[in-house]
């Protein structure tokens, strides 16, 4: 079939999947994006003629003259159109910072306290969506199959209805979905419950995730009336059917597991193991950001060498915290608690040629971050609240000698895949945590390996490629012609089936 007469595929999503490096001429270059979303998306955008539109990350007032021009060019190299949605100094303050990480983000993650409900940040959330969905009815046409990416994008759909786009129109949740009583808090929240079923298929991606949408809107819009018990739930609304499922999104295995062999990679794992020697490596891996655990993950490092004094001088945590939403005032102050606490672990124990924890404030390159993974005996990742937390993922792709463990929070959407190989924990139970490290630098290595066998097949089989093969598939139930199956996107060679 002629390439006109299939549907496309837009993606929109607040920031476009490459970065724009301003220069001092004026002009700007861009580097792509590396992301398992743009990985698993772009052979799919290039087989469909697809267009992905999106903030560049830098404002309206900046570059003004260059960006389309820069825009063509990166759509070239990707293969893909790029069109850009232009924002404002103000826009990013009330929309980005305000709206969505002042209000949307503490609230998904339940930490009302930290939510400022200000309504001016509601109204440029809706202005900015519509924004968006201006820029959808500006490059689609109809027939279109239009995916809209996570929490800064839930209004879009429904101002595109309004617009009068023509389309069928999906949204994916990255975030976790709060539960009734949480949800109630926002001002605004029969508002966002109604324009999300403006969506014809809505993902999140846990099972929790899609019974706390359903029980919102259940109480929000009592004329709702769920059909179906398994991962797709379905109603009717106005005529149209509205879908709900959970869609737990993963990594690119194949690409990771290559990656972990290189030669940088190697030369950078004897480089972090040169100075720790004998050591037992732990390791966090975050965003510096609240809803990760980072002060209560350091005080459980601090309880266990309190604890168990033979894990002293033996035992090491590398800490690394990347920069973000640095003009968000929580995230300035989560930091300068971090920074004290580490200083004071470090305080209390470092003796000659040991220091007990390594902190590392910067974003990593792809090889130190895929070294760290594969230096670290024990990988600690103790979110409070994480939609998936695909660091637990990366870090048992890429542990391909099978000798690692994770010590995973069970508030992580990644847990209801990796309980079988993990060893779970609740993050705000210091002594719970500290104990499951110990029992982590003790584990024999028969144990560690079959568990982390099961993760890793877990992993492979369900990767981000099929994320997005079954996420696709629901939202065309009733038209699958014209995309391609699973095995097309990334099939795995005989040699790294066996591999896991
Ligand atoms: P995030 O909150 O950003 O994503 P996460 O899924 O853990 O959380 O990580 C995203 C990516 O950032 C990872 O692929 C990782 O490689 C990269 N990264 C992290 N630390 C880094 C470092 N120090 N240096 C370089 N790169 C680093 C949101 C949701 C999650 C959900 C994802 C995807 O909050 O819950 O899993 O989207 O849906």
């Not at 990707?78 to 980005?96: A, E, H, M, N």
């Not at 009734?180 to 099972?207: C, H, N, S």
């Not at 000698?401 to 705000?428: H, M, R």
């Not at 139970?429 to 110990?438: E, I, L």
Request: aromatic fraction near 10%.
């Amino acid at each position: 079939m002629p390439d006109n007469h299939r549907s496309r595929l837009l993606i929109v999503s607040n920031r476009l999947p490459l970065k724009v490096v301003p220069g001092t001429d004026g002009k700007a270059t861009f580097e792509p994006g590396s992301g398992g979303l743009v990985t698993a998306l772009a052979p799919v955008l290039r087989n469909r003629g697809g267009t992905w539109i999106g903030w560049p990350g830098v404002n309206a007032e900046q570059l003004p003259d260059y960006l389309p021009e820069l825009m063509e060019q990166a759509g070239a190299k990707l293969g893909y159109r790029i069109r850009p949605v232009s924002l404002t100094q103000k826009d990013v303050k009330l929309f980005y910072e305000g709206f969505s990480n002042e209000v949307l983000w503490p609230i998904f993650h339940d930490f009302p306290s930290l939510a400022k409900f200000d309504p001016a940040y509601w109204d440029a959330y809706r202005a900015v969506n519509r924004k968006y969905a201006e820029a959808v009815a500006e490059h689609s046409r109809p027939g279109d199959f239009i995916w809209i990416h996570d929490y800064q994008l839930m209004l879009v759909a429904e101002e595109c209805r309004k617009l009068g786009v023509d389309g069928r129109f999906s949204f994916f949740l990255h975030i976790p979905f709060p539960s009734l009583g949480m949800f109630l808090k926002i001002p605004w929240r029969t508002e966002i419950l109604r324009a999300l079923l403006a969506y014809d298929l809505l993902g999140v991606q846990t099972a929790w995730d899609r019974r706390n949408l359903m029980e919102c809107v259940r109480s929000l819009i009592p004329e709702v009336a769920w059909r179906g018990r398994g991962r797709v739930a379905s109603t009717s609304l106005e005529g149209r059917d509205v879908r709900i499922g959970d869609f737990p999104i993963s990594i690119d295995y194949r690409g990771f597991m290559r990656q972990a062999k290189n030669q940088p990679v190697l030369q950078m794992v004897q480089a972090i193991r040169k100075n720790l020697t004998g050591r037992t490596v732990i390791l966090g891996v975050d965003r510096l950001d609240y809803t990760k655990g980072i002060l209560y993950r350091l005080a459980a490092f601090h309880n266990a060498l309190v604890r168990y004094p033979e894990l002293r001088e033996k035992t090491t945590l590398v800490q690394a915290a990347v920069p973000s939403r640095t003009g968000v005032p929580q995230y300035k102050r989560l930091r300068a608690r971090i920074e004290r606490m580490v200083g004071r672990i470090n305080g209390q124990f470092t003796r000659p040629g040991w220091i007990p924890v390594h902190y590392i404030f910067r974003s990593l390159s792809r090889e130190e971050l895929l070294g760290y993974y594969r230096a670290a005996d024990i990988a600690l990742i103790t979110p409070l609240k994480d939609g998936m937390n695909l660091i637990a993922k990366e870090y048992c792709v890429t542990n391909v000698d099978n000798d690692g463990v994770l010590i995973l929070s069970e508030f992580a959407g990644a847990a209801s895949q990796l309980q079988i190989g993990a060893l779970l924990v609740n993050p705000f139970d210091v002594m719970g945590t500290a104990d499951a490290v110990y029992r982590a630098c003790k584990m024999p290595a028969n144990e560690r390996k079959s568990r982390m066998r099961k993760m890793r097949a877990a992993i492979r089989k369900q990767d981000v490629f099929w994320w997005v093969d079954s996420f696709l598939r629901s939202a065309i139930a009733k038209d699958l012609s014209g995309f391609p199956a699973l095995d097309e996107y990334s099939p795995l060679t005989p040699a790294e089936a066996v591999e896991t």
